[in-house]
T-cell receptor, first 115, second 115 residues
Framework: AQKVTQAQTEISVVEKEDVTLDCVYE???????LFWYKQPPSGELVFLIRRNSFDEQNEISGRYSWNFQKSTSSFNFTITASQVVDSAVYFCALSEADAGNMLTFGGGTRLMVKP | KAGVTQTPRYLIKTRGQQVTLSCSPI?????VSWYQQTPGQGLQFLFEYFSETQRNKGNFPGRFSGRQFSNSRSEMNVSTLELGDSALYLCASSFGPGGGNTEAFFGQGTRLTVV
């Protein structure tokens, strides 16, 4: 069965610091998809990125970057020069190819960025 | 383009009652998934509907049920409410049948409190 682990339950940083959120996953499928979502206090989950299991190329989007390593089953998320608006709960999720749109989420990491 | 709309946003019910939550997906999206979010269990998948058919079901008791209409709107029903059903219920809308190649867009959720 699939599983996603986010070992960091809470991280606190000061504005402008870099921060990395860890995500480790387990799956028996060779085709799968990994996601990161952000949950602000309003409650809705905001999509950040999707990666498929055949694409290990790292991605950068502004201050956000993602490092996907199949060898260690990890899909880590780095925020560079963090800002107060980055404060939220971040979720890593996994979807297997034959599981429709079902997402298995990690427990989430609460990020607090202090001014 | 309107996002995912969930109604109502907040609900207070008494133990033993039943409740129906509604989700209107993004126009053109045919898949609707439901998730339960609690502090103790995190985000857990309830079920997914695609073109009015339930495709996947999570590990929840039969008191939790759902359906999807021809216009893709979905409802979920919880009968004989228990205190432990208090949670944020999130609906996700996706365009295709899944396989992880499309992202899910989430609504703001319905906060259910059972007293």
């Amino acid at each position: 069965a699939q599983k996603v682990t986010q070992a960091q339950t809470e991280i606190s940083v000061v504005e402008k610091e870099d921060v990395t959120l860890d995500c480790v996953y387990e799956t028996r499928d060779t085709t799968y998809y990994l996601f990161w979502y952000k949950q602000p206090p309003s409650g809705e989950l905001v999509f950040l990125i999707r990666r498929n299991s055949f694409d290990e190329q790292n991605e950068i989007s502004g201050r956000y970057s993602w490092n996907f390593q199949k060898s260690t089953s990890s899909f880590n998320f780095t925020i560079t020069a963090s800002q107060v608006v980055d404060s939220a709960v971040y979720f890593c999720a996994l979807s297997e190819a034959d599981a429709g749109n079902m997402l298995t989420f990690g427990g989430g990491t609460r990020l607090m960025v202090k001014p | 383009k309107a996002g995912v709309t969930q109604t109502p946003r907040y609900l207070i019910k008494t133990r033993g009652q039943q409740v129906t939550l509604s989700c209107s997906p993004i126009s053109g999206h045919r898949s609707v998934s439901w998730y339960q979010q609690t502090p103790g269990q995190g985000l857990q998948f309830l079920f997914e509907y695609f073109s009015e058919t339930q495709r996947n079901k999570g590990n929840f008791p039969g008191r939790f049920s759902g359906r999807q209409f021809s216009n893709s709107r979905s409802e979920m029903n919880v009968s004989t409410l228990e205190l432990g059903d208090s949670a944020l219920y999130l609906c996700a809308s996706s365009f295709g049948p899944g396989g992880g190649n499309t992202e899910a867009f989430f609504g703001q959720g319905t906060r259910l409190t059972v007293v």
